[in-house]
């Protein structure tokens, strides 16, 4: 495959995601119950909180009376420092070994809240996650000792508690709200949604499979010949049958002016991989090409996977070895007719191929209108390579969201390399869903 990489238009991720609805939905879902479980595990797993609060009064002997802007604003800036002081260091470290407490300085700061609430009000609040009487206890070892502390920073401060004033808060935990339960399943669907179309897109990107015509084009460089869908669940079998006519009619069509020799026409049919249901393609096509004047024969050259008639047929090996005639091995039918593999010969070997084929193809050609050889995969053997160059050209096909374009690319190359004309590609079990705007002509339009 070239090195350069194929961009997926906005029309094609919008048909991929809408086919993959379901799972994003089911993704949506999951991680909105995985979301609503943790906030619940969560709320759940909080411990209660003790509250306790004290008051104290702090007051500047030298301060002005005058109230004005500029004044208050040093005042809480004062307040600020005195605040901090209580909560320093060397300060708790000292309220942990006198009150005998269990916390580092990191934990016992988290716990304590000093501010000031006005010019010359502080507030300090405990909070405990052991008991009422611990942030109690807390609390009015502060009290106690803030007057002793500020005034030794600031001899002019008059630190005065307010008795009284202690107020312990029952223990309290969040709830989960209405509103709280809403956010939390909204954002569990939206992470949900998001994370399941970037996995759907970065995975389609990430894809080495060809999947639309305009893919096979452009990483193969082959004009693609038709393209064949798959069936649907849910369609009904009438619709399903005007698509496969539709898709053979545009596919007959095209390898009718495919080739110049207007007398005989003769088509190699390989696929890339050996799963490709070559056998209803072949058919098809012959039932497509029929007429009461010109009449198709099918040509069963996968010696190792015979699949047109039973193996006690004679047919393709036995003419090859001189042990049955052209005209005795073909099996009459009423649209097409079919010569068979024939009885496989475990010591036939493969030069008899290249030598007795042309011989072979020639008897077709005097007979037939349509001659449609069904060789094996382009990638497994070099029959493909070795019958194509007898024929006027090969149809390749590829299975639509399996075939690889690096394996696609190596069957061209080992055909072309016999001076094998690959006339085209066929894409089979083609998914509707994802049709581009030039496939779209006739799918989109029969839904």
């Known amino acids: ?12 991720i919008k048909k991929l995601l809408w086919k993959k609805r379901s799972l994003i939905l089911a993704c949506a879902v999951f991680f909105a119950l995985v979301f609503t479980v943790a906030s619940y595990n969560r709320t759940k797993s909080e411990k209660e909180l003790y509250a306790a609060e004290a008051a104290i009064v702090v007051m500047n002997s030298t301060s002005s009376v005058n109230n004005s802007e500029d004044n208050s604003i040093n005042q809480l800036e004062t307040l600020n420092t005195y605040a901090e002081i209580l909560k320093s260091a060397d300060i708790l470290q000292l309220m942990v070994d006198t009150l005998n407490l269990s916390y580092t300085y990191d934990e016992m700061r988290s716990m304590i809240t000093v501010e000031p609430v006005s010019q010359s009000f502080v507030i300090i609040r405990t909070v405990s996650t052991i008991s009422l009487e611990e942030a109690d206890e807390i609390c009015d070892y502060l009290e106690r000792i803030a007057p002793d502390v500020i005034s030794r920073y600031d001899k002019q401060v008059n630190v005065q508690t307010i008795s009284n004033v202690h107020k312990v808060d029952t223990p309290q935990k969040r709830k989960i ?51 064949i869908p798959k069936p649907e669940k849910g369609k009904s079998h009438q619709k399903c049958g005007e698509q496969l006519k539709e898709a053979y009619r545009t596919l007959c069509f095209g390898l009718r002016f495919a080739t110049n020799n207007d007398s005989h026409r003769s088509f190699l049919l390989t696929a890339v991989e050996k799963n490709t249901n070559l056998v209803d393609l072949a058919e098809h096509i012959a039932l497509g090409f029929y007429t009461k004047q010109k009449k198709t024969l099918l040509i069963d050259f996968n010696l190792h996977n015979k699949a047109l008639l039973p193996s006690n047929a004679v047919g393709v090996v036995d003419i090859l070895l001189d042990k049955a005639s052209f005209a005795n091995s073909v099996v009459k039918g009423e649209k097409y007719d079919i010569l ?17 084929a042309n011989k072979l193809l020639k008897q077709a050609k005097e007979q037939y209108a349509y001659t449609i050889v069904i060789a094996p995969a382009a990638t497994l ?67």
């Open 177 to 227: 709200t209405p509103i709280t339960m809403l956010i939390t399943l909204v954002l569990g669907t939206v992470v949900g949604t998001c994370f399941s179309m970037a996995y759907i897109i970065i995975r389609r990107l990430l894809d080495d499979t060809i999947h639309t015509s305009d893919e096979a084009e452009h990483y193969l460089d082959r004009k693609v010949l038709g393209v």
């Open 381 to 447: 053997t070099v029959d493909a390579a070795l019958l194509g160059c007898q024929t006027d050209g090969v149809i390749l096909a590829m299975d639509s969201g399996k075939t690889q374009a690096k394996s696609a690319r190596y069957s061209i190359d080992r055909l072309e390399w016999a001076n094998t004309k690959v006339l085209g590609i066929v894409l089979t079990n083609y998914d509707t869903h994802v049709a581009t705007e030039r496939d779209s002509l006739y799918y989109n339009t029969a839904q």
């Open 340 to 356: 068979p593999a024939g009885s496989l010969q475990e010591e036939y070997d493969r030069f008899i191929i290249e030598e007795g």
């Open 1 to 12: 495959m070239e090195n350069d990489y194929y961009m997926i238009d906005f029309q094609e």
